[in-house]
């Protein structure tokens, strides 16, 4: 079956620490891919997304992510995280040969401690 | 302001007893979609909507319906609800299924006693 694993359930960090969370999907073929993002008490926003090109792609907030295909990658990277980017962070996946399977990882907590 | 609203935002009720969380969008979309998020569970799909009168279900649609009469509103339906559908729901929308860039209501927390 088609999965979204997200590795980290929860991972603690200090203020101006480097951030990687990683993402692998089980996906064959061509993918869409997506970072949402969800403080807390809010719905998710969308952070970033890679649907083709450039496999490192740059979001909002100075996040990042890298597609590698031959990994089923797409791990999300932040150089120095602040301590407003404690919230929750979802992994997903879409692909264009089955419009309605949008799938989401379990999702990494994030706590940055200031 | 483009939004996805949703209602009623938080809903206390006891079993068998029907309710409908009411989502609507105002940016003409054609996909709206339904997912219930749940700890260490993530976001599971329930229903979605490819476009008006077209709907199918997601991983986990058991107990739940849905509607979509109107292009811009994708009620939910909980016909009889039972305790383990106590959860946290999201309705959202995209302007196509494929973009995945979806955007996010507030969210709707239902607690069934």
Not at chain 1, 36 to 64: A, C, M, N, R, T
Not at chain 1, 81 to 89: F, R
Not at chain 2, 88 to 105: D, I, K, P, V
Request: charged share 20%.
């Amino acid at each position: 079956a088609q999965s979204v694993s997200q590795h980290n359930h929860h991972v603690i960090l200090s203020e101006a620490a480097s951030l990687e969370l990683g993402c692998n999907y089980s996906y064959g073929g061509t993918v869409n891919l997506f970072w949402y993002v969800q403080y807390p008490g809010q719905h998710l926003q969308l952070l970033l997304k890679y649907f083709s090109g450039d496999p490192l792609v740059k979001g909002i907030k100075g996040f990042e992510a890298e597609f590698i295909k031959s990994k089923f990658s797409f791990n999300l990277r932040k150089p120095s995280v602040q301590w407003s980017d404690t919230a929750e962070y979802f992994c997903a996946v879409t692909s264009p040969y089955n419009n309605n399977d949008m799938r989401f990882g379990a999702g990494t907590r994030l706590t940055v401690k200031p | 302001e483009a939004q996805v609203t949703q209602n009623p935002r938080y809903l206390i009720t006891v079993t068998g007893k029907k309710l409908t969380v009411t989502c609507s969008q105002n940016m003409n979309h054609e996909y709206m979609s339904w997912y219930r998020q749940d700890p260490g569970l993530g976001l599971r799909q329930i229903y979605y909507s490819m476009n008006v009168e077209v709907t199918d279900k997601g991983d986990v649609p058991e107990g739940y319906k849905v509607s979509r009469k109107e292009k811009r509103n994708f009620p939910l339906i909980l016909e009889s609800p039972s305790p383990n559908q106590t959860s946290l729901y999201f309705c959202a929308s995209s302007l196509q299924a494929w973009t995945g860039e979806l955007f996010f209501g507030e969210g709707s927390r239902l607690t069934v006693l």
